[in-house]
């Protein structure tokens, strides 16, 4: 059985900094590129990051780039958001996802995820 499980969100001031963690469970994490999304109420769920199998490569949302970091443990079965000079429009759920693959490819398309966490509510306070 294949989990997803966010963690490291709250609540912070604007300006301040959160590192999200994603454990996962039930899958080889190096067979999978691993990205992060987010999403508000009446919103869809868009783009955060996105980080290939092995790291040699990552994507960013244009609203986050130069202020959040995606990274991975394969070893550990970990991916890891890094979010610094948080804004109050950084306010969200964040949520991590596995897209399968066979290749150091990366993909910003929701439907091409394989498995979901439950996400983690990150509040940014002005």
């Known amino acids: 059985q294949v989990q997803l499980v966010e963690s490291g969100g709250g609540l912070v001031q604007a300006g301040g900094s959160l590192s999200l963690s994603c454990a996962t469970s039930g899958l080889i994490l190096s067979n999978y590129a691993m990205g992060w999304f987010r999403q508000t109420p009446g919103k869809e769920r868009e783009f955060v990051a996105i980080?290939?199998?092995?790291?040699?490569?990552?994507s960013y949302a244009d609203s986050v780039r130069g202020r959040f970091t995606i990274s991975r443990d394969n070893a550990k079965n970990t991916v890891f958001l890094q979010m610094n000079s948080l804004k109050p429009e950084d306010t969200a759920v964040y949520y991590c996802?596995?897209?399968?693959?066979?290749?150091?490819?990366?993909?910003?398309?929701?439907?091409?995820?394989?498995?979901w966490g439950q996400g983690t509510q990150v509040t940014v306070s002005s």
């Open positions: 996802a596995a897209d399968r693959r066979l290749d150091e490819g990366m993909t910003r398309v929701r439907g091409s995820y394989n498995y």
């Open positions: 980080i290939t199998r092995r790291g040699s490569g990552t």
